[in-house]
């Protein structure tokens, strides 16, 4: 899995970093349950990968492109969507929930 760099420029959008693959790696070693959430690239953010455990904890990194997601999701055995298509899982909701003060 490869990301590219891109020059930080006033107004572009950052790319993934290679650090961001090796934190969802991690994440994922060490969590249960999980599911992933690809989400579209927009004007203001570049493609993300929502990682949610079974208890709703739930991290977001941006990643090269919607294909290196589903691609890095299926490498680890883990289940990936298009959160575009089929939304957030309540759980994750849930959690946020408990984690108010």
Known sequence: MRFLRRRS???TLRAAESG?????KEWVKTRSGIEGFVEP?????DTTMLLVA???EWTRRR????EWAHRFANELG???YDAAVVGYP?????????QKP
């Open 78 to 80: 883990i289940p990936s």
């Open 90 to 98: 309540d759980r994750m909701r849930a959690w946020n929930r408990r």
């Open 54 to 56: 079974k208890d709703g």
């Open 20 to 24: 961001d693959a090796q934190y969802l």
């Open 9 to 11: 420029r006033p107004g």
């Open 63 to 66: 990643v090269p492109s919607v």
């Open 41 to 45: 690239r927009t004007a203001v953010t």
